[in-house]
């Protein structure tokens, strides 16, 4: 087929083309620039690879990062898993090395306690069950009391050695296992629980574990508000009136500043019933069960009693009803007695407790020298207007230890203890003594017995120097039952000497113990009641009975107040020193010079002048530069002992 198109000339298409474009009206011109238009713009998108151009380049200002803070490598999985419970500012954190606490964990020798429980009955098991309970919580009111943190670092270290971690098997699944500790870790878990908290009893409550340059416990421990100034607490107790005073001045209350003023903070007493409750509620409920189990009413009544000075706050009457309790198998010491650890006023008393299997063949031997004391007491080398008429049957236990805690447990152990402190009711009721056999044979037998072989001269280092040792705790205790209480004071004003001597209190009593206790033997052999051999004993044992407490660290109560005795005697050519650094013993300068000193201490605590107590002790607290190297040729001998109350955990449940 033939269209139209195809019949046309080539001259007709060109006739077309030229009118169109010389002879065609303005529309078609438009019409072809707009096709044109169109045409361009389609073919531009069309061109993909074409790039876009390039958008304007904003040059930003340069960011200088600033390095992640290096955290130091601490040798302690624990402290580093726990750094932000303890507070610690983990990138400044001292930890000591390995090697230190090795050392410091060494010096306190491991002695299993280990007491026959075959012969006792039911009655007594559970008897000793509710004994070791609250003995536990009053050890918890310790570690409070010790630090503000130590209890973070006692569970820490608990929760690790006693607990299981959670992880995972090769398949994924989770299995339980127990968390074994690091050598470090428990090194510094032994020397923590040791110390109550990470400060170092032994060297004057210095920090182990610190974020700081210098740390040592505050010298009021917790019993004080940390804000608080010594001579602000001085100045506002001093304006109070009687009523007021005597509860800041209390040994069972705790000091808190209430609102800070402009000048002079307003101040708080809080008493430990308050600031302790749910711990001294159980303590109580313990004794109140232990009492139905009670193997005496005197015991009775005293369980009862003490079950409620821990709620009320009142121990005069749980004190009397201490000492005056009798009759029993076994013994239990349990409330806030000893106040070394408030440095700032020596107000304040720390809790401790401690139980005991009566030994009473012991009790019976010691008792038959005990009749003498009221006597001897009344022949003190001191005016007789400073002296106290107290009761005369003061008793005395000997008992061995099942397990002591809170402060009777922290760092050096004791051998044996005179209680209560508080002179009002001691006055009127005596004091209780009590020596603690197994801890005085295992204390002997690291300390004194090697100590005297190392620092006598001669044939003196041969000596058998046990049962002066033994004596001589009796009559240090018996020495602090003696002398004044109850103080007439220059302005005429009555108090007690603890209160009177405050911070310095501790160290003379201590030292009056001391060498009161040199100042009965001779007395008690002249009666017959001691061996005539101990006068002799009693002195040579000492001067290695210095160096043991001297080691227990300058900054400790019973190690301060050895070296003002030391002192003092070495002034006064009572000890020789030979060019191998042995030691003999003049025995008669020994005696007079003890008399002269035992006379200085009583006048001290007759006049409550701290001021004159002050002087005696910065005169004669400074160790000397010979004592330095006789001690190194101790380092290798243990401390002190440190307890594992196998008995207590196995029978009992005692956690520590």
Not at 540 to 556: A, C, K, N
Request: net charge negative; charged share 25%; aromatic share 10%.
């Amino acid at each position: 087929m033939v269209t139209y198109f195809e019949l046309l000339p080539v001259s007709h298409w060109w006739g077309l083309v030229n009118n169109f474009l010389w002879e065609a009206p303005m529309r078609h011109w438009m019409l072809v620039l707009f096709l044109a238009i169109v045409g361009a713009l389609i073919f531009a998108g069309c061109k993909k690879d074409e790039p876009l151009p390039a958008e304007p380049v904003v040059v930003q200002p340069e960011v200088v990062k600033t390095p992640e803070p290096t955290k130091p490598d601490l040798p302690s999985e624990l402290i580093t898993a726990n750094y932000m419970s303890m507070g610690l500012n983990i990138e400044k954190t001292t930890l000591p090395t390995l090697e230190e606490l090795k050392t410091w964990n060494a010096e306190f020798k491991d002695v299993p306690v280990e007491l026959d429980t075959s012969t006792f009955s039911e009655k007594d098991m559970n008897l000793l069950r509710h004994f070791v309970a609250a003995a536990e919580a009053l050890d918890e009111i310790f570690w409070m009391q010790n630090s503000a943190d130590g209890l973070k670092y006692r569970d820490m270290c608990r929760n690790a050695t006693s607990g299981h971690s959670r992880t995972t098997d090769t398949e994924g699944m989770p299995v339980t296992v127990p968390y074994m500790l690091s050598e470090y870790d428990a090194q510094l878990c032994q020397f923590i629980e040791l110390n109550y908290g990470r400060f170092n009893r032994k060297l004057g409550n210095k920090a182990f574990i610190t974020d700081k340059d210098e740390e040592t416990r505050a010298l009021g421990a917790t019993f004080y508000d940390p804000n608080i100034r010594k001579d602000e607490l001085e100045r506002a107790v001093a304006e109070m009136d009687p009523q007021l005073k005597a509860q800041f001045e209390s040994a069972y209350t705790t000091v808190w500043i209430d609102e800070v003023g402009s000048t002079t903070p307003k101040l708080k007493a809080t008493s430990y019933s308050e600031e302790y409750p749910r711990l001294l509620l159980v303590a109580s409920h313990r004794l109140s069960l232990a009492a139905s189990y009670a193997d005496s009413e005197s015991q009775k009544k005293f369980l009862m009693a003490q079950a409620q000075a821990f709620l009320d706050n009142d121990y005069a009457k749980s004190d009397t009803a201490w000492v005056l309790a009798g009759d029993s198998k076994f013994m239990l010491l349990a409330s806030f007695y000893e106040v070394y650890d408030d440095m700032l006023k020596g107000w304040k008393a720390a809790a401790e407790a401690a139980v005991g299997i009566v030994d009473q063949a012991m009790t019976d031997k010691i008792m038959l020298v005990q009749k003498h004391l009221a006597n001897l007491a009344l022949q003190l080398p001191i005016d007789k207007k400073y002296l106290n008429k107290r009761p005369d049957n003061t008793p005395i236990v000997a008992m061995n230890v099942l397990g002591a805690w809170g402060q009777a447990g922290a760092s050096v152990q004791m051998s044996a203890c005179k209680l209560p402190n508080d002179a009002k009711v001691t006055d009127k009721v005596g004091s209780k003594i009590f020596m603690n056999l197994n801890f005085q044979h295992a204390k002997f037998a690291i300390g004194l017995k090697p100590i005297g072989a190392l620092t006598l001269a001669g044939d003196l280092a041969k000596t058998d120097l046990w049962l002066a040792y033994f004596w001589h705790n009796f009559t240090h205790e018996a020495s602090h039952s003696m002398g004044p209480g109850v103080i007439k004071l220059a302005d005429g004003t009555t108090t007690t000497v603890d209160k009177a001597l405050g911070e310095y209190g501790s160290i003379i009593e201590e030292a009056k113990g001391d060498v009161g206790g040199y100042w009965l033997v001779p007395r008690l052999v002249k009666l017959g009641a001691l061996p005539e051999n101990l006068t002799v004993e009693t002195a040579l044992s000492s001067l290695p009975g210095y160096y043991r407490m001297v080691r227990f660290g300058i900054h400790e109560a019973h190690a301060r107040c050895a070296t003002l005795v030391y002192n003092y005697f070495m002034e006064r050519s009572v000890y020789a020193q030979g060019p191998d650094g042995r030691y003999t013993v003049d025995v008669a300068k020994f005696y007079e010079a003890n008399e002269e000193l035992f006379k200085e201490l009583l006048l001290i605590e007759g006049t409550g002048d701290p001021a004159a107590a002050k002087l005696f002790i910065d005169t004669y607290g400074t160790i000397r530069p010979e004592v330095e190297g006789v001690l190194a040729t101790l380092s290798e001998l243990p401390v002190d002992i440190r307890p594992i109350y196998l008995t207590a955990r196995k029978e009992f449940g005692a956690k520590k």
